[in-house]
């Protein structure tokens, strides 16, 4: 790992992406490059032809990009930035080992950049991270603190035609605001001044090792930002040094009147209550469901323990437009299907999505792609609960086989196991090991006043999948 301990220095250094258009590497990218740095990199979805348009946007952006098959690799000066899961039979991997540059993982080049930071907000949590980061980086940049902000989706308030992938910002003020992932224990190596924490539940790894890192990540923040819906994560809330709680249906620090909550297809509003000093006020947002809602909470939460006055924080958060794949509305066809791409991929994800489709009228298609066959594995009866339970008796569940992009992985537990879970609940369920056939079946499917919700992560191409849909129903 670099010894590197200041973005300068860090700047200084050449880089090399091994998987530079991923969802977790390609804002890391953007905020080496916009730091002064170097970067080139290569990505197997470019070798294969899968997102054209965004390789394209890097190389006008100055990144220089090579196929994946170590020809970037050119000098021991270069660091090789790869995820710690990279196999090294991965061409990057054996010529950084041949000239002798360092590597380091995504983690470890966050948590350097991070670290280093006078003010430090990491979100945490099984489900909601992107859009609390994102959240809490508009409200900071609403409020002129000018923050960097390291999110894992594109934030729609700093997209534009020039920046379509506007998943990372950077700023020139002190705060640093990044979500930190849970899944491989890397969320140890960050030493926040503010901790969020929006929930614990079941995705990659079991809950005893949840609640052994996600308490020992509360700890080490000055402030914890706390679920206090969440049972697993109110637990924790005894190891930290400060604490702020939010919640929805709770005697949270920062909270909502419940009968003032109004939902819409497109947003949803309440009266906030902060308990500690019985201010009250109005908030409008762009974004629909009551997860949403709950993500508000604990993004002012963090925002106030950040220093921005609540009444500013709700203010600004009104103008939240939201993240890409996050129940994002593709558009309407004219027989009135409405088609929707989210990021949904764990049961506590996908239960949200669909209580945010099930608050309004008209049937809902649920089409699945599993972001792969460990989580599958991990997860699958309590995402086959989800799936049956959440949905009414019109309602069509349907899954095709988990991504898979090669390398070594057991396979024994696919999505028609998870079909049949569905069933055995009581669901209505279809597998379709093709997502282009899966496409034809929701086309046959779908009829007027249909909702068509697609699902799944770790795939950019699932948005233009669900482009496609759209461009064919009646």
Same mark, same amino acid.
């Given at each position: ?31 080496? %490059? ?18 054209? +348009? ?48 360092? %590597? ?169 209550? +902060? ?36 009444? +500013? ?63 599958? %594995? ?15 008796? +019109? ?80």
């Amino acid at each position: 790992m670099t010894t590197a301990n200041s973005p300068t220095q860090l700047a200084s250094r050449p880089w090399f992406f091994c998987g530079i258009g991923g969802s977790g590497m390609l804002p890391l990218a953007l905020i080496l %490059r916009g730091l002064g740095a170097r970067v080139a990199g290569s990505d197997r979805s470019r070798d294969q032809g899968r997102t054209p +348009d965004k390789f394209a946007w890097l190389e006008r952006l100055g990144f220089e990009l090579f196929p994946q098959d170590g020809s970037g690799l050119r000098s021991h000066e270069q660091v090789l930035v790869a995820s710690a899961a990279i196999e090294d039979t991965v061409p990057e991997v054996g010529k950084a080992k041949e000239l002798g540059c360092e %590597r380091m993982s995504r983690a470890q080049l966050l948590s350097t950049l991070f670290n280093v930071a006078p003010s430090r907000i990491a979100i945490g949590g099984t489900s909601g991270k992107s859009t609390v980061t994102g959240m809490i980086g508009w409200i900071l940049t609403s409020a002129g603190r000018d923050p960097t902000i390291m999110n894992g989706a594109v934030m729609k308030n700093f997209a534009s035609d020039d920046v379509p992938f506007a998943s990372a910002r950077v700023g020139n003020g002190s705060a640093f605001v990044a979500e930190v992932d849970e899944s491989d224990g890397s969320i140890a190596l960050y030493r926040p001044t503010i901790a969020v924490l929006n929930n614990v539940s079941l995705d990659h790894k079991s809950l005893e090792e949840l609640r052994e890192l996600f308490s020992a990540f509360l700890a080490r923040a000055e402030i914890a930002i706390v679920n206090a819906d969440d049972p697993e994560s109110l637990a924790l809330l005894p190891g930290a040094r400060q604490s702020i709680s939010f919640g929805l249906a709770s005697n949270a620090d920062i909270s909502v009147n419940l009968i003032t909550i109004k939902e819409s297809a497109t947003g949803i509003s309440a009266e906030v209550i +902060d308990r500690r000093n019985r201010q009250t006020h109005a908030l409008a947002l762009q974004v629909p469901g009551r997860h949403n809602l709950a993500n508000a909470l604990a993004a002012l939460a963090a925002a106030t323990a950040a220093g921005v006055e609540l009444e +500013d924080a709700v203010r600004h958060l009104g103008g939240f437009a939201g993240l890409a794949r996050r129940f994002d509305i593709v558009g309407t066809s004219p027989s009135g299907i409405t088609v929707i791409d989210d990021f949904g991929h764990n049961p506590e994800k996908v239960a949200a999505t669909l209580a945010t489709l099930k608050a309004h009228p008209g049937r809902v298609i649920a089409f699945f792609q599993p972001h792969g066959y460990g989580p599958l %594995r991990q997860m699958g009866h309590e995402l086959a609960e989800v799936l049956a339970t959440r949905l009414g008796t +019109d309602d069509v569940s349907l899954l095709c086989d988990p991504v898979y992009f090669g390398g070594t992985v057991d396979r024994s537990v696919g999505s028609g196991r998870i079909v049949a879970m569905i069933r055995e609940h009581g669901g209505t369920a279809e597998h379709i090991a093709e997502r282009d056939a899966c496409g034809d079946r929701l086309v046959d499917l779908a009829r007027p006043g249909d909702r068509i919700v697609i699902m799944g992560a770790r795939d950019d191409t699932l948005a233009q999948f669900a482009r496609a849909v759209l461009e064919r129903l009646p």
